[in-house]
């Protein structure tokens, strides 16, 4: 029996616009549909290449997930043990892996920062754990707690930069709740930002940086006159 697969946008818009993207699959000119999961606003969608767009920031998670579910029920279907109603999602078991994607997304040059922040985050959570592998069975209220005191005691990171890597691992999580987290841990934990002296450069030590004598061109010319504009 011969099957066509196809990813489409199907149902009714949520309250935020967004609209579900079904695996439809036809044999015999009967089409059933099966929710991958996942959502997206109809401008993000590219009906052609029946995938998000690269202009959602999500693109590179979303798509490869799509690439998964695809792979899953093409190999059901293959194997003759096919229900539309039944195909199991992929699973990423593996947190780092998530990472690793989360990563590749913010690949622009625009966006080092962020890709920054997420390789940190990724380093700081293989010393934590001294593992490769770290399941996202095992987050829970926990896990953050004693990854928070690691990155007080061993770090020396203050609370305000703890809060930015749970907050960058909270987003991670969000990513990958519908695939694998029956419920987030974040909720549970209260953690407000430590507020913090706002410290400013005095004229005398504007003068004195401004007066700095940094090689035309070099990065600390660059960085001098950026900081004085």
Not at 3 to 27: E, Q
Not at 90 to 102: A, E, G, I
Not at 196 to 213: G, H, N, P, V, W
Request: proline share 4%.
């Amino acid at each position: 029996m011969k099957a066509n697969f196809k990813f489409v946008l199907h149902g009714p818009k949520d309250k935020t616009g967004c609209s579900r993207i079904f695996l439809r699959v036809t044999t015999y000119y009967s089409a059933k549909y099966t929710s991958t999961g996942r959502k997206v606003q109809p401008q993000y969608w590219n009906r052609d290449k029946e995938e998000v767009r690269s202009s959602h920031p999500d693109s590179v998670i979303i798509n490869e997930y799509l690439s998964d579910f695809m792979r899953v029920a093409r190999d059901r279907f293959r194997q003759g043990g096919f229900n539309i109603n039944a195909i199991s999602r992929p699973v990423t078991v593996d947190v780092l892996t998530f990472l690793d994607r989360v990563i590749k997304d913010y690949g622009r040059p625009e966006q080092f920062r962020t890709r920054k922040k997420y390789v940190t985050l990724k380093n700081k959570l293989i010393a934590f754990t001294k593992s490769v592998s770290i399941p996202f069975s095992i987050l829970d209220k926990t896990f953050i707690q004693e990854f928070d005191s690691f990155l007080r005691l061993s770090h020396g990171n203050k609370l305000n930069t703890r809060l930015k890597y749970l907050a960058a691992l909270k987003r991670v999580v969000n990513l990958a709740i519908e695939q694998e987290i029956p419920a987030s841990p974040f909720p549970k934990l209260r953690m407000r930002e430590e507020r913090t002296e706002k410290r400013f450069l005095s004229i005398d030590e504007i003068k004195m940086l401004q007066a700095y004598d940094a090689p035309m061109t070099s990065q600390r010319w660059h960085a001098r006159n950026l900081f004085l504009f």
